[in-house]
């Protein structure tokens, strides 16, 4: 982001030290508030696909429209308050899939499950960086902030199609150790 600025804005990148960490702040605040807001949906309409899917996918659609809207904005200002909003909707429903994980997984496999969960999460923190870097230099940076809007189309389309009221079945060992129970 302080690169972008700086090409697209003529941001002198030694003042740019504040203005990166803007787009996140929202984010730690929301991260806080997404299990919450599930929460408090399961236990008033009873329904988990409305508490993880439907939430999910509202969620993600803003954050994908936030991000879709950023190449035609034409202010810092205004891309700077469409990445803090659209991040901020994104790491609302981080709890949610972590939910979604414990809804659907045998008891037994809870772990495994999440750990996988975490897995994928760190490779994106890992292959988003390049890909950035990768698009904005042979595409532009309205690629990347256009991908960016494609994988939280994605995710949505995900989520609605995850089915957190039927959970996997477990396996054979997994039911001889509940009986054990």
């Known amino acids: ?3 972008y600025l700086q090409d697209n804005f003529h941001y002198d990148l030694h003042s740019l030290w504040y203005v990166a960490m803007i787009p996140w702040s929202g984010a730690c605040i929301t991260v ?3 299990g919450r ?3 408090r949906l399961l236990a008033r309409f009873g329904n988990l696909r409305l508490a993880r899917n439907v939430f999910a996918a509202v969620t993600l659609c803003g954050t994908a429209c936030c991000f879709m809207a950023i190449p035609y904005m034409h202010s810092a ?3 700077i308050a469409l990445m803090t909003l659209g991040n901020a909707l994104n790491a609302l429903v981080n709890n949610v899939y972590w939910s979604v ?8 496999s ?7 969960t975490l897995a994928i999460a760190n490779l994106a923190s890992i292959i988003s960086p390049m890909l950035c870097g990768w698009l904005a230099e042979y595409y532009g940076y309205n690629a990347m902030f256009t991908v960016t809007a494609v994988i939280a189309f994605g995710s949505m389309l995900a989520m609605t199609l995850l089915q957190p009221e039927k959970p996997l079945q477990p396996q054979a060992n997994d039911r001889i150790a509940e009986q054990a129970a």
Request: glycine share 14%; aromatic share 4%; charged share 15%.
């Open 32 to 34: 806080l508030l997404g």
């Open 1 to 3: 982001m302080p690169k």
């Open 77 to 79: 200002a205004g891309i």
């Open 110 to 116: 809870v772990g495994t499950y999440s750990g996988m």
């Open 37 to 39: 807001i599930a929460d």
């Open 101 to 108: 994980v414990i809804d659907v997984t045998p008891k037994s």
